[in-house]
């Protein structure tokens, strides 16, 4: 059992900390997409391909996090996350200063370290929560989460706010010094010793996740929700413009109100997984995604299009955070790595989700693709129902 130890408030701090600077630099490119437009007149394809080396290199940072967490433990990953975000955002404020040849190559730069920064984070930023409050691993890690959305949910309005004011290079170098600021934090704070590294290359050859069906059915989860949460979050101001002729104001309202909703529900969840169990949590959400999927396509109103999304968020809002929480205690000797691996999936989702759905919309109408989408949320019940069956009879079997 990983020894526990009485957490230190400036460690409490640099680690959800450096999660809300997370959320904010994630938002920082898409955030700042009207300025790098006019400023460099990007086209439409240049600016969608902005993403591509994000998602792609998150998915490698998680890949590599799981193992550099066993070799060189956790703490260093953490300063690291903090570092390779700040590098991200001086690429970005320093598109405004290269010659225009090369703002687009810095700019791919820049979510390519941001990408990098948000993989290599999954490790250190889920397995800490859990090593600072042990008694209560899934609000921690909930909150944790909850964090990151509010980072999304304020990064917009401060770029928004600095763009205002006529300085919107500001935004990135703000984001820069709270980065370096918190990469020195991380690097001299005193963090749990065995919350990842050593513990996980002691045990390695225990039960190993990769030769677990279990495993690889929570990865799946993490796809199929990443599928989940992208249709309603992408798609969300294109579906209330086009297909329902709301205004662009109630449209972009629907996208805000999605992401609020998300770190509501988060917050709800952080203090019910102390009375309810988390499992019974994760299995319900999905049902709420299923319900809004089948219900979207009657937003013909202002309001049901607010209400519906908010649902939908409310719904998306802890799924993952529980996933990573009870995989955790799946393979509790192997927190770190199994983190990195669900990051990773998740990214793997999300960067199939995004190209998906386009070619789509030449066969379906975005009516049809958000009510066939409800396949999702049913897919991940069925899988979860597999996991719970199958861990109670782990428990008979380890009982017996």
Not at 184 to 193: E, G, K, Q
């Amino acid at each position: 059992m990983i020894k526990q130890t009485s957490p230190n408030v400036p460690a409490v701090l640099a680690v959800y900390l450096i999660a809300f600077l997370q959320g904010l630099t994630l938002v920082s490119f898409p955030a700042s997409s009207a300025v790098l437009r006019q400023m460099h007149g990007f086209t439409d394809a240049q600016y969608g391909a902005i993403f591509l080396p994000q998602v792609a290199l998150a998915v490698l940072g998680a890949v590599a996090g799981g193992t550099l967490a066993r070799r060189l433990g956790l703490q260093p990953l953490l300063w690291l996350t903090a570092a390779g975000n700040g590098l991200s955002q001086l690429a970005l404020a320093a598109s405004l200063w290269v010659m225009p040849a090369l703002a687009f190559p810095v700019i791919l730069a820049g979510t390519a370290l941001l990408g990098w920064s948000f993989g290599l984070g999954g490790a250190p930023l889920n397995s800490y929560p859990p090593q600072f409050f042990p008694r209560r691993a899934p609000a921690a890690v909930v909150a944790l989460h909850t964090l990151l959305g509010l980072g999304l949910m304020v990064g917009p309005l401060l770029a928004d706010g600095f763009g205002r004011a006529g300085w919107w290079v500001g935004f990135p170098l703000s984001l820069l010094g709270l980065s370096a600021l918190l990469a020195l934090a991380a690097a001299t704070v005193r963090l749990p010793s065995e919350a990842g590294g050593e513990m996980e290359e002691r045990r390695v050859e225990m039960n190993p996740p990769l030769i677990s069906g279990a495993f690889w059915i929570f990865a799946a989860i993490a796809v199929l929700y990443a599928f989940a949460e992208g249709t309603f979050s992408n798609w969300a101001v294109i579906y209330l413009r086009e297909a329902k002729d709301l205004s662009a104001v109630v449209a972009a309202l629907a996208l805000s109100v999605f992401w609020g909703a998300m770190v509501v529900g988060r917050l709800l969840v952080a203090v019910l997984v102390v009375r309810i169990a988390p499992l019974t949590i994760w299995l319900a959400l999905p049902v709420l995604m299923i319900a809004a999927f089948l219900l979207l396509p009657g937003a013909s109103t202002p309001a049901l299009g607010l209400g519906l999304f908010a649902l939908a968020g409310l719904a998306c809002s802890a799924f993952f955070p529980l996933t990573i929480t009870l995989a955790s205690e799946r393979f509790p000797e192997h927190v770190a790595w199994v983190s990195s691996m669900l990051i990773a999936a998740l990214m793997v989702g999300v960067g199939l989700g995004s190209f998906v759905i386009g070619p789509l919309r030449e066969w379906l109408s975005l009516e049809q693709i958000y009510q066939f989408s409800a396949a999702y949320p049913i897919a991940v019940i069925g899988l979860a129902l597999w996991l719970a069956g199958s861990r109670r009879r782990l428990a008979v079997e380890v009982r017996v």
